[in-house]
């Protein structure tokens, strides 16, 4: 191992030849794409600090919810099935739901996301965050509720799989796979 480190980066550099390979290493294909060089970069410094602003939708939570959003995120909630995380309850009056795409690899890193299941670190082809409230108050999907969602540009059978992201006490981010109810 090598490192090389100032104020503000640490560079690490590991070898991991034919133990951690991305193929199977049967095709002169597979052998060529596992050639290759992985680089993390780490960092405490802020490099551009751009928090991504969340677009802002209003609704009525009595009617069926359907939108696209600005990067082609398209969602559709049912009627009533946003509850109050608290108490449980459908909210009287309108709510408010902020989507924010994060479809290109320059959004990813300036706002210091990374998808990592089982403690490794997963490609990624974009993510979104949803919230809904409702005067300050978080709503969520009501048991039982689905809600739609369709990427922007994302292919049936394209290889990605949906994950969803769950935040440990020290902030840490752990993704999971989505499984269908069905």
Known sequence: QQYLSNSKYLIESKFYGEKEAINKNK????KSLNRRVDVIFWTNYALAQKKKKPQIYTFAPNRTI???AA?????KIPANSLVYEEG??????????????????MDIIDN????????????SDGMINIEASRNGKDLRLQGGATMEVGFAEREEN????LYYANANNNGDIACLL?????
């Open 27 to 30: 095709t002169e294909e597979q």
């Open 88 to 105: 449980g309850q459908v909210p009287l009056g309108d709510i408010q739901i902020e989507i924010t795409e994060f479809y290109s690899m």
């Open 66 to 68: 359907e939108f696209t």
């Open 178 to 182: 989505y499984t269908s109810p069905r």
């Open 158 to 161: 394209d290889g990605f799989g």
């Open 71 to 75: 990067e082609g995120t398209k969602i």
């Open 112 to 123: 210091k996301l990374a998808t990592i299941s089982n403690g490794q670190l997963l490609i």
